[in-house]
């Protein structure tokens, strides 16, 4: 059964980044596009790499869509969904991701 999990608090993420939580046995990343409460959760890990750094990408915007780049290759993800733009088999997971009463929670 999955259950809503608080992370942190909103203003802890600063705006055009993420950071990584983990969430039960899962390490998340949450990211904050914008100077305002809508997040977004993903899985931290990069398939491509199986390594824990895309809480530490770059958000950008592509058809009207977020994505995150990989630091490492620069793949992107897009953050509604974790899709992978280059690669769709190599997609990854994402999380249902809110703001309650300043508190940033993602279910998992």
Request: with cysteine; hydrophobic share 40%; glycine share 4%.
């Amino acid at each position: 059964m999955s259950q809503w999990t608080t992370v942190c608090q909103l203003n802890d993420i600063l705006p055009a980044t993420g950071v990584c939580a983990l969430v039960g046995n899962e390490q998340v990343a949450i990211f904050r596009p914008r100077n305002d409460d809508q997040v977004f959760a993903i899985s931290n890990i990069d398939p491509f790499f199986e390594a824990s750094v895309l809480s530490r990408g770059l958000i950008a915007e592509h058809q009207n869509e977020l994505w995150v780049a990989s630091p490492l290759k620069k793949q992107r993800f897009r953050l509604r969904d974790g899709l992978c733009m280059e690669d769709e088999s190599r997609s990854i997971a994402h999380y249902k991701a809110r703001v309650q009463d300043g508190q940033v929670q993602v279910k998992a």
